[in-house]
């Protein structure tokens, strides 16, 4: 069985703004059949500006206790995807 994962970016540009309509899907198999996601959106900006499409925060904090004392530690993690979209010769 063949499944997939990515997204698909269509740009409409007028004038100095440009809209992008945004397709992303996401197929697993899931037993005997396969799961499927999607989601459809549109956002603007201005050519070449940089747009942020979405993105994951992870934030961990770990604890102990010993014979030196406590100790704590926390780790966060982002990460983003972008775009932007250039007219021809820019």
Known sequence: ???GSGFLVTPRVSGDMVVLQIEQGFESVRGAGIETQSL???VSARLGEWLELGGV???ASVGSVGLA????ETRTEER???IRVEADGE
């Open 69 to 72: 004392g406590r100790r704590y």
């Open 1 to 3: 069985r063949n499944v």
């Open 80 to 82: 983003g995807v972008w």
């Open 57 to 59: 925060s992870d934030s």
């Open 40 to 42: 459809s959106t549109q």
